[in-house]
């Protein structure tokens, strides 16, 4: 199971407080009391493991540890040791108590979500010429606390969309090393796919139906993904009877989650052309025509309409290679 929305909440280790301590040596006076430790703070670290999140679905409290005590004889208290959160590249912490958000966005990033607080001083540092035997000290001040809300968003250079049973994960599973269930059964997909094409990132999105944008079938909870992804390839099965209605019912739900989604690069496919006659999938592409779509029939035991795929891959890999943005 794919957690890729959860809320935790997060504390950051406490200051240790300040010792209050005299010179215990022989011949010696004054006060010794140390500083407490500094508490540890939390930290985000982008990890690849798109399934990071699910460490958190019965975790949901975290706290770095407390800074400890200072000591007698100037022996500061030790630091508290940070904690540090794996997320996925693509995670959003929306940070509710303070309504601030950052993004992971490379593997390996770090940074700074809460504070830890500040060991308090020791006596020692309250000497002076007219109190050389101070009984002050200060408490470590508290580390910071938030509610978070951990937001995954795919960061894919190719989104596979259309409705159910299209053949995506199909397709998926040829060019990449991805495993995605498969069988010949609506909303086979529960959650996304990832699979790796030389560079490029592939990412089989869960089948949309009507109403997708409105809560329906698997909802806005996928449509999200697609926010992220670079190219879009839309699939179409070749047996269905209306495929300009299909392509119009995705769009459409692009558009009323975010009109931005209808911006980005897209390649048509009609795929499971193998179980259609030729001269209804020239028909169907006609169809298409209409719309402006230059549709491209394909099958996964079709090598030719694969490999126009393929080209297709290694042109946006290229792009990739010689014009590399981030996000």
């Known amino acids: 199971m794919l957690i890729d929305d959860v809320t935790i909440k997060v504390s950051a280790g406490n200051g240790g407080k300040g010792a209050v301590a005299f010179n215990k040596n022989l011949m010696s006076l004054g006060p010794t009391g140390a500083t407490g430790g500094n508490g ?5 670290e982008g990890v690849s493991d798109l399934n990071a999140l699910n460490q958190f679905r ?9 800074g400890f005590e200072g000591q007698s004889q100037f022996r500061d208290g030790h630091n508290g040791e940070d904690l540090i959160l794996k997320l996925p590249v693509g995670t959003v912490v929306h940070n509710l108590t303070n309504n601030t958000d950052v993004e992971i966005t490379k593997i390996g990033e770090k940074i700074l979500i809460a504070k830890g607080g500040r060991g308090g001083r020791g006596n020692f540092h309250f000497r002076s010429s007219t109190n050389t035997s101070p009984k002050e000290f200060r408490p470590g ?30 397709f998926l599973n040829y060019v990449s090393n991805a495993k995605s269930k498969v069988a010949n059964y609506p909303f086979t997909t529960l959650e996304p796919n990832l699979g790796v094409y030389y560079e490029l990132i592939l990412a089989d999105i869960p089948g949309l139906i009507e109403g997708s944008s409105g809560g329906r079938g698997l909802g806005i909870k ?22 300009d209605n299909d392509y119009k019912i995705i769009r459409k739900e692009l558009d009323l989650y975010n009109k931005d989604l209808l911006e980005k690069p897209e390649y048509v496919f009609l795929t499971k052309s193998d179980l259609v006659a030729k001269k209804i999938i020239d028909g169907k592409l006609k169809i298409l025509k209409k719309l402006k779509l230059d549709a491209i029939p394909i099958s996964i035991y079709n090598l030719d309409g694969l490999k126009n795929v393929e080209k297709i891959l290694n042109k946006i890999k290229t792009q990739k290679i010689n014009h590399p943005v981030e996000k």
């Open 222 to 243: 996928f449509l999200r993904h697609i926010e992220r992804t670079k190219t879009l390839f839309h699939f179409i099965s070749a047996e269905s009877p209306n495929p």
């Open 58 to 66: 019965f975790k949901k409290v975290l706290a770095a540890e407390n």
């Open 40 to 44: 540890g703070s939390i930290y985000s």
């Open 141 to 170: 001040t508290p580390g910071e606390s938030f509610d978070l809300r951990l937001e995954l968003k795919l960061i894919a250079d190719v989104g596979f969309i259309g409705l159910p049973n299209v053949g995506k994960s199909s």
